[in-house]
């Protein structure tokens, strides 16, 4: 799991964004929309996001398709120390 996070959150050019998606979604579950509006980011680069984020397994839907609201897995949250030292890591100057 280690591996994946640090390769979805800081090894590819999308990875600010996914954190920042991973982020607010631990803050409360939300739905695309909610998230392109909190995040000013457009809506298919959400979706983009949280696309790669669940086919890592570290966030999953809850709910009907277009209304789904999006959460981090359980296995997420058993690494949340990682995602921490990983995002630190990207605020960083």
Avoid: C
């Amino acid at each position: 799991m280690e591996a994946a996070l640090w390769y979805v959150l800081s090894g590819t050019r999308g990875g600010p964004n996914r954190a920042r998606v991973l982020r607010a979604v631990d803050e409360r579950p939300r739905n695309p929309n909610q998230l392109a509006e909190a995040l000013d980011l457009n809506y298919d680069t959400v979706r983009h996001h949280l696309d790669v984020l669940a086919d890592n397994d570290i966030v999953h839907a809850s709910g009907d398709d277009y209304g789904a609201v999006y959460l981090p897995t359980d296995r997420a949250r058993n690494n949340w120390d990682v995602v921490e030292e990983i995002i630190e890591g990207l605020e960083q100057p």
